[in-house]
């Protein structure tokens, strides 16, 4: 009994075998994140992600999420394109800036009435038309870089203009070397009928007359002579071309005088001038022919000579807007000519209502 007297108590080992550095009531304290400070802070990392994020260019798969649905279109080539929209071989080519593109459509439903449509390749100008027409009728626009600026003058006479319409030969060229037919179309044109019916033999380019002086029905399809600026007056907003090197060379010489004769202030050059003097310098080399003027009339034969028009009636196959400057006033006269097709039939054209 002593000895258990004097035994030092034994310890349970279920209980805590030392002190608590605490006292018995204390209480953890909580981390509160939503403070006042916190929550500037947040809301003002949000605010500059929102600003930085749009700027910045994420590498593809950075991301598990795609910040812009139109980013794909930015690497999409001609090449890939020329291939996705091609039908027997032939492409049919337009270059548009976000100007034009009421133009653009009006035009557009104008080759769908012909059931050509489908060849139809937008080479655009700018990001904000390579993402429209691409968002309603994928896969048909491309942009080869850099691009024009959204905001850039395009006045016919214009620098704007002169940079817009320069370009054109390149990618025609890129596209003859793809191996296509190519056909090359300003939008300010509406068509009334089918016009490869009209691209008769196996010639390498295809053009027509700027000139509104009224040629015979059986006029020669050689090109016409030069003028008083000692070249001839085609027009460079209709051409078809064969992937042949006769048609190469001329869009090389065509590259080649617009280099020699670039835009200035005091000589307020375009891209037709330089066309026709490749032409011309070309003739000797190239097949050559002229399309039929009362099927493919220039807009100051067309719009100005109503004689001619009643007497080649249902003979016209392209109509061309020129000879008159300015947006409005060109969709003024089409309007008065039945020709502003938007107005009630844009549901045909593969774009619909912009």
């Given at each position: 009994?002593?000895?258990?007297?004097?035994?030092?108590?034994?310890?349970?080992?279920?209980?805590?075998?030392?002190?608590?550095?605490?006292?018995?009531?204390?209480?953890?304290?909580?981390?509160?994140?939503?403070?006042?400070?916190?929550?500037?802070?947040?809301?003002?990392?949000?605010?500059?992600?929102?600003?930085?994020?749009?700027?910045?260019?994420?590498?593809?798969?950075?991301?598990?999420?795609?910040?812009?649905?139109?980013?794909?279109?930015?690497?999409?080539?001609?090449?890939?394109?020329?291939?996705?929209?091609?039908?027997?071989?032939?492409?049919?080519?337009?270059?548009?800036?976000?100007?034009?593109l009421p133009f653009l459509n009006n035009w557009?439903?104008?080759?769908?009435?012909?059931?050509?449509?489908?060849?139809?390749?937008?080479?655009?100008?700018?990001?904000?038309?390579?993402?429209?027409?691409?968002?309603?009728?994928?896969?048909?626009?491309?942009?080869?870089?850099?691009?024009?600026?959204?905001?850039?003058?395009?006045?016919?006479?214009?620098?704007?203009?002169?940079?817009?319409?320069?370009?054109?030969?390149?990618?025609?060229?890129?596209?003859?070397?793809?191996?296509?037919?190519?056909?090359?179309?300003?939008?300010?044109?509406?068509?009334?009928?089918?016009?490869?019916?009209?691209?008769?033999?196996?010639?390498?380019?295809?053009?027509?007359?700027?000139?509104?002086?009224?040629?015979?029905?059986?006029?020669?399809?050689?090109?016409?002579?030069?003028?008083?600026?000692?070249?001839?007056?085609?027009?460079?907003?209709?051409?078809?071309?064969?992937?042949?090197?006769?048609?190469?060379?001329?869009?090389?010489?065509?590259?080649?005088?617009?280099?020699?004769?670039?835009?200035?202030?005091?000589?307020?050059?375009?891209?037709?001038?330089?066309?026709?003097?490749?032409?011309?310098?070309?003739?000797?080399?190239?097949?050559?022919?002229?399309?039929?003027?009362?099927?493919?009339?220039?807009?100051?034969?067309?719009?100005?000579?109503?004689?001619?028009?009643?007497?080649?009636?249902?003979?016209?196959?392209?109509?061309?807007?020129?000879?008159?400057?300015?947006?409005?006033?060109?969709?003024?006269?089409?309007?008065?000519?039945?020709?502003?097709?938007?107005?009630?039939?844009?549901?045909?054209?593969?774009?619909?209502?912009?």
């Amino acid at each position: 009994m002593s000895s258990l007297r004097h035994q030092r108590p034994v310890q349970n080992v279920l209980s805590a075998p030392y002190p608590s550095r605490f006292p018995q009531n204390y209480q953890k304290p909580t981390t509160n994140f939503l403070t006042r400070t916190n929550l500037i802070l947040l809301f003002t990392l949000l605010i500059i992600l929102g600003v930085l994020i749009p700027c910045i260019q994420v590498p593809e798969g950075f991301l598990l999420f795609n910040l812009n649905p139109n980013s794909k279109w930015r690497d999409y080539t001609l090449s890939d394109a020329a291939a996705r929209v091609v039908k027997n071989n032939t492409l049919i080519v337009c270059v548009v800036s976000e100007a034009y593109l009421p133009f653009l459509n009006n035009w557009l439903i104008s080759v769908a009435r012909q059931k050509q449509h489908e060849k139809v390749l937008v080479i655009a100008e700018d990001y904000a038309t390579l993402y429209k027409v691409n968002e309603r009728w994928p896969g048909h626009a491309i942009l080869v870089p850099p691009a024009l600026e959204a905001a850039a003058a395009h006045k016919f006479g214009s620098q704007g203009f002169f940079n817009f319409t320069a370009r054109r030969p390149r990618h025609l060229l890129k596209i003859l070397e793809l191996g296509y037919n190519v056909m090359y179309n300003d939008v300010d044109m509406v068509w009334l009928a089918d016009p490869f019916p009209y691209l008769q033999g196996e010639h390498d380019v295809y053009f027509m007359d700027d000139m509104a002086f009224v040629k015979p029905l059986n006029h020669s399809h050689s090109l016409p002579p030069p003028g008083k600026k000692g070249r001839p007056y085609i027009c460079s907003c209709m051409i078809y071309m064969r992937p042949t090197n006769g048609a190469k060379l001329v869009m090389k010489k065509w590259i080649e005088e617009l280099q020699d004769q670039p835009w200035s202030k005091a000589k307020k050059a375009n891209d037709q001038p330089g066309f026709n003097w490749a032409l011309m310098k070309t003739a000797g080399q190239v097949d050559l022919y002229l399309l039929p003027q009362a099927a493919f009339p220039t807009g100051g034969l067309y719009f100005r000579n109503k004689t001619w028009v009643k007497e080649t009636k249902g003979m016209h196959v392209i109509i061309h807007n020129n000879y008159i400057v300015g947006f409005e006033k060109k969709i003024k006269r089409f309007r008065d000519y039945g020709l502003w097709l938007v107005d009630d039939h844009a549901s045909e054209s593969p774009l619909g209502t912009l």
